[in-house]
């Protein structure tokens, strides 16, 4: 990054939104720490990350508006008995609640690359999408480019008890989700 400088955030950060692997929280902590050191000045590192992150949740969103509805229809679709209804209840839920999940789906690793996939299938009206993706980007932008600047020389350690702590947090709500679904699908064989 200090060499390619804010091309390679921009660039990395769309990568990583968009799904491959690229260790977002590490790359913007790093830029944040980068910028304690006087090799990245902050107004453009944080203009491109800005701009990184919601051009890669932009781009997943239109991803999942474009191939994923066609997915949902197609033969494939079907044989995973995606039916109509469930299409409408997650389209439903992402109007009514859905929106926060693209704003804190940026926390959570590995959530924020489906959250913007699910809310383009399930046709969440873009201005909707922008208004809490975009409020998601710059508060998550803002809090690892701070957790790198201020914490300065210390921000590795901080970063690994930050990361651990959210793939806990991420591992508690992944078990109290797949005990709900399994609550519910029980609840429905008895009935």
Known sequence: MATYGYAAIFSLLVLGIVGLPVP???LLASCGFLVFQGHLRLIPTAASALAGSASGI???YIIGRTVGWKFLHSRLG???????EQIARVHDWFNRMGHWALIVGYFVPGFRHFT???A???KLEYRGFALYAYTGAVLWVST???????FG????????LVEQNLKLASLIAGG?????LLFRFVRRRKQ
């Open 58 to 60: 932009t781009c997943s």
């Open 78 to 84: 079907r044989f995973l008995h995606i039916r109509d």
């Open 24 to 26: 977002d929280e590490f």
């Open 176 to 180: 109290l989700i797949l005990a709900y």
């Open 116 to 118: 913007a996939i699910v």
């Open 120 to 122: 383009g299938t399930s």
């Open 144 to 150: 690892f480019l701070f957790i790198g600047y201020h």
């Open 153 to 160: 020389e210390h921000f590795k350690q901080i970063l690994e």
